[in-house]
């Protein structure tokens, strides 16, 4: 949100509300178990050097849940891995 602020992509008052929502959403960190390893072997079959992105991909699919991201190439990329979407598709789906 910061970054489509900064950009100017979406105004201040919108970032305020979907940074609001974020911090009051009941989040709790999860690392399940395999995460590393999916990641790595992510990693492998999109020829990634870094595992750092796959990570993202790896925790979406393990926790069978979508994957929001403003990353155009993590969604093009990522897509036969997991399900990737951007924000233009939350009106779509």
Known sequence: ?????????ISGE????ALNRLAAADVSPRRPKG?????WRIAD?????KIYDAEYLA??????CRLLTTDAKL???????????????????
């Open 1 to 9: 949100m910061h970054e489509l602020r900064w950009r100017k992509e």
């Open 14 to 17: 919108l970032a305020a509300i």
């Open 35 to 39: 995460l590393i390893e999916e990641a």
């Open 45 to 49: 079959r999109l020829g990634w050097a």
């Open 59 to 64: 925790l979406a699919r393990l926790l069978k």
């Open 75 to 93: 969604k093009a990329a990522g897509s036969g891995q997991a399900d990737v979407i951007g924000p233009a598709d939350l009106l779509l789906k």
